[in-house]
Structures are given as C-alpha cells and as structure tokens.
C-alpha cells in the first residue's frame, strides 16, 4: 500500500502496513524500537491515537 498526499500528488510513505483488525489496532506500534522513513500504519476505524509505549519520537 502506498500513501499519497492528493493535494500535490506526492508519495509520502511506500510501506503502509494495515491494522484493520481489534488486536492489530491495540498493538498498533507499541513496542517496537524505530518507524523507518517510507514506512507507516494505516488504522481502520480509528476514533483516535495514542503513542503510549512508543519507544522513539511521534
């Protein structure tokens, strides 16, 4: 999946990983050490974030 801005057509990340499920939505990037440049989650239905547990900079 790839995430574009459709105001200037620019691709702002290539790897969107999709958390669609309960479980992946809870998870979510809880946990893991860095989010790399390009990549990115794509939460479905979302009402709202959080970065608790996040362990580098939002």
């Known amino acids: 999946m790839i995430l574009r801005n459709l105001s200037t057509d620019a691709e ?3 790897h969107i990983r999709p958390a669609y499920s309960f479980s992946k939505r809870l998870k979510g990037l809880m946990f893991t050490d860095e989010l790399a440049s390009g990549c990115g ?7 709202s974030v959080h970065t608790h547990f996040m362990r580098y900079p939002h």
């Open 12 to 14: 702002v990340a290539r």
């Open 41 to 47: 989650l794509h939460i479905l239905p979302c009402q």
